[in-house]
């Protein structure tokens, strides 16, 4: 089979493990620098090129796409998936995973638990606004920030409006701007489940290891193996189901009333390797395997 990695380079790690145990399995690969693609859009003639070469000729791709660009990238992937080209990740599904609300509103609306969630452009219904949320501290978010960037924990009513007017000052594409119920039990502590193919593969805790009550690895936190009970590990699996992916990090917080769903990630890195000794890699391109030859699926979201 004909591979081709969409990646930012060979040099990243996801990257050279997708490529060395599609290698040993007998696949061809090609890493794509989706960001020098060009396409092209006539009637009835859709293509993409890579240094001349068009990329109709293979069998399936990876998508992994960076959140900054998500735009581009998952243009390139829709230009792909309409000359009928196999992706393991669908455009639209990454797309939807990258916007924090929309997330929050299909994972809601499917039945999975996620952090009291409120959102609006005005700073003046703060009160009411962190009254629905149980009061303060509160958890200010950027719908498209990403790795902990865009995140503020306003530890007062008088903080949570400064944030708020300081975000939608210098908020200029008009992303929503999100605030969500701080859980004290989970305060700098969260779980990374490793999706594939509707099963989950890996998973690790990741604790701050300082006052930050950001847990990211990106941001210095520190992953540990951990065991998933039966609710988290289903409720993992049901949070990549609602937003369409095959691959997917799942990240979630324990608290008093069960997990709750913070984010699911459309290009998760692979670092939960090193932390867990799990190979991810390899479910992915037996997914690939067994799902290319059935052509892409209809999503199922319809959002």
Do not use: W
């Given at each position: 089979?004909?591979?081709?990695?969409?990646?930012?380079?060979?040099?990243?790690?996801?990257?050279?493990?997708?490529?060395?145990?599609?290698?040993?399995?007998?696949?061809?690969?090609?890493?794509?620098?989706?960001?020098?693609?060009?396409?092209?859009?006539?009637?009835?003639?859709?293509?993409?090129?890579?240094?001349?070469?068009?990329?109709?000729?293979?069998?399936?791709?990876?998508?992994?796409?960076?959140?900054?660009?998500?735009?581009?990238?998952?243009?390139?992937?829709?230009?792909?998936?309409?000359?009928?080209?196999?992706?393991?990740?669908?455009?639209?599904?990454?797309?939807?995973?990258?916007?924090?609300?929309?997330?929050?509103?299909?994972?809601?609306?499917?039945?999975?638990?996620?952090?009291?969630?409120?959102?609006?452009?005005?700073?003046a219904d703060i009160d009411d606004l962190i009254d629905k949320l149980g009061g303060t501290p509160v958890i200010i978010k950027l719908a498209r920030g990403t790795h902990g960037n865009g995140v503020v924990l306003a530890e007062t009513k008088k903080a949570a409006k400064s944030v708020l007017?300081?975000?939608?000052?210098?908020?200029?594409?008009?992303?929503?701007?999100?605030?969500?119920?701080?859980?004290?039990?989970?305060?700098?502590?969260?779980?990374?489940?490793?999706?594939?193919?509707?099963?989950?593969?890996a998973s690790m805790k990741r604790q701050s290891l300082d006052d930050d009550f950001r847990s990211n690895l990106h941001k210095g936190g520190e992953g540990t193996v951990i065991k998933l009970t039966e609710e988290e590990r289903k409720m993992a699996i049901k949070a990549a189901r609602a937003m369409g992916l095959n691959v997917a990090g799942v990240d979630m917080m324990r608290s008093e009333r069960g997990p709750l769903i913070l984010e699911v990630n459309a290009s998760p890195g692979f670092g939960i390797e090193k932390v867990t000794g799990r190979d991810v890699a390899t479910p992915i391109i037996e997914y690939v395997e067994l799902n290319a030859k059935r052509r892409n699926k209809k999503d199922k979201v319809g959002a």
């Open positions: 089979m004909k591979i081709a990695i969409l990646s930012n380079g060979p040099g990243n790690y996801s990257t050279k493990r997708l490529k060395e145990v599609a290698l040993a399995r007998g696949h061809e690969v090609t890493i794509i620098k989706y960001k020098e693609c060009y396409a092209s859009i006539e009637k009835n003639n859709p293509t993409v090129s890579y240094k001349g070469e068009d990329l109709s000729k293979f069998d399936a791709i990876i998508p992994r796409i960076a959140s900054y660009m998500t735009r581009y990238g998952t243009a390139i992937v829709r230009q792909l998936e309409m000359q009928g080209v196999y992706t393991i990740s669908s455009s639209i599904a990454i797309n939807r995973s990258r916007d924090k609300l929309r997330s929050m509103q299909l994972l809601a609306k499917a039945g999975v638990g996620v952090p009291k969630t409120v959102f609006s452009r005005n700073s007017q300081a975000f939608y000052l210098t908020n200029e594409d008009g992303t929503n701007i999100l605030l969500q119920e701080f859980v004290k039990e989970s305060a700098g502590t969260d779980i990374r489940a490793f999706v594939v193919g509707g099963r989950v593969v």
